[in-house]
T-cell receptor, first 110, second 118 residues
Framework: RKEVEQDPGPFNVPEGATVAFNCTYS??????FFWYRQDCRKEPKLLMS???SGNEDGRFTAQLNRASQYISLLIRDSKLSDSATYLC???????????FGTGTKLQVIP | DTAVSQTPKYLVTQMGNDKSIKCEQN?????MYWYKQDSKKFLKIMFS???????INETVPNRFSPKSPDKAHLNLHINSLELGDSAVYFC?????????????????FGEGSRLTVL
């Protein structure tokens, strides 16, 4: 089983739609969780951290379920500029290893 | 000013050659990483250094040798290049939080070095 798993997609959604991505992780001792965004042929950039109580940043909401070992990202009112690959990231281990999921590709269609 | 810079951005070379990729960060971070992103876009950690000390080595062939002359630089040397080494190599840095269990903060990535082995 991969350490961090995501549905690769692609998710093709119309502008204005709400879309949700899930991610599961295998290490129950994982400590920190993040969503990164990667545009085509660019480097990954932090979208948001994921806190135990859930957190929101504008149109983006992240949730963490430690019991089931998954995190989610909800995007409301999708914009064309949201088209990208969304990477689930988990930090764990004594040396704080940072592991990326395979990414979920989102394409927002006019 | 570029926070994490890698050179070269593009590298095309023949099988069997030896090549190096350099990375420098001006963020004052103490932890640096090399990640490999293959054709399937999977971003896999290769190495991590904290204050010039190797802390993560993820079953990478010993043809790959990282070197950290100081905490602002992490270079990657690859010997005897193979076709399967073709990928984008990303350097990243972060700051380790000294609080117990806090780990490292956000990773800042360089723009990537696209290696093509012919």
């Amino acid at each position: 089983r991969k350490e961090v798993e995501q549905d690769p997609g692609p998710f093709n959604v119309p502008e204005g739609a709400t879309v949700a991505f899930n991610c599961t992780y295998s290490n129950s001792a994982s400590q920190s969780f993040f969503w990164y965004r990667q545009d085509c042929r660019k480097e990954p950039k932090l979208l948001m951290s994921v806190y135990s109580s859930g957190n929101e940043d504008g149109r983006f909401t992240a949730q963490l379920n430690r019991a089931s070992q998954y995190i989610s990202l909800l995007i409301r009112d999708s914009k064309l500029s949201d088209s990208a690959t969304y990477l689930c990231v988990v930090r764990s281990g004594g040396y704080q290893k940072v592991t990326f999921g395979t990414g979920t590709k989102l394409q927002v269609i006019p | 000013d570029t926070a994490v810079s890698q050179t070269p951005k593009y590298l095309v070379t023949q099988m069997g050659n030896d090549k190096s990729i350099k990375c420098e960060q001006n963020l004052g971070h103490d932890t640096m990483y090399w990640y490999k992103q293959d054709s399937k876009k999977f971003l896999k950690i290769m190495f991590s250094y904290n204050n010039k000390e190797l802390i993560i080595n993820e079953t990478v062939p010993n043809r790959f040798s990282p070197k950290s002359p100081d905490k602002a630089h992490l270079n990657l040397h690859i010997n005897s290049l193979e076709l399967g080494d073709s990928a984008v190599y990303f350097c990243a840095s972060s700051q380790r939080d000294s609080r117990v269990g806090a780990g490292t903060g956000e990773l800042f990535f360089g723009e990537g070095s696209r290696l093509t082995v012919l």
